[in-house]
């Protein structure tokens, strides 16, 4: 990521990438160790943070003549958004306090804003303006831009909303998310060990699928030389052969009447 890290950004330009960048890398790593204990289910949720820090980065970046506005939004116009929404969660913890005053509360007051500010804030936006600004920021949102650009960087990104709606019932701890993790605990011994190993080699590789797509996006938009992109690609795609075997296997476990599957896994 040097490359991006290295163009001629403004400094608050450069915050904000960096700090996307760094949000995204950071959660790839925890996935990763969560994974090598054996906490899966956590790491989905991980890892769906992770896409979602890439299709923002993504859009940010897709290109120049939409970056300010874009810009703009995600740094300031959400930034603001969310000081609101903060303040008033903050507010209503208070309110459930004995003595909110207590100095034990200082760093909840500390959050609220000052009533001339969250006023500005509050007119600042009108209410339709704030829905639809969540919205296109939003998963289903930044997709749906992504994939009607025909973008060639993101041919399929919508293919990305299954494991995202996955990840996000473990999140939300819905009756699926609560069931789907018992649900393997109880298979019987050969079909939970294929099935997790195949599922360990599917939350290594998207974080470096997302990773791949993020250095990919950042070298066209700062026109950085892309040549060594082509080795990142191999690199990545000897990590995920590792375990392709292992999703055969369980294939073969999981359905053992069929003789379709011949080829790798998905990617």
Known sequence: MAPVGGYAWGNAERRTIGELASATARASESALLLCAYGQLWDAEVLVRSVLEGTLKFAYLLQSHETFAVRHREYSQDLFELALLKDHQKAVSLLAATSDPDAPDWQPIRDRLLPDDERDQL???????????????????????????????????????????????????????????????DLRGEERRETIQMAHVGRLAGDPLRFMFLRLAVGYRFTGADRSPLVEVKAAIDREAAQFQQAYREWMTTEYPDADFYTGPSPE
């Open 122 to 184: 509050k007119q600042s936006m009108t209410p339709a303006a704030r829905r639809d600004l969540e919205r296109r920021w939003g998963f289903t949102g930044l997709v749906g831009e992504l994939e009607r650009s025909n973008d060639p960087l993101f041919r399929h990104i919508g293919a990305t909303a299954f494991a995202y709606a996955m990840a996000s019932h473990i999140q939300h701890v819905d009756a699926i998310g609560s069931s789907i993790p018992l649900e393997r």
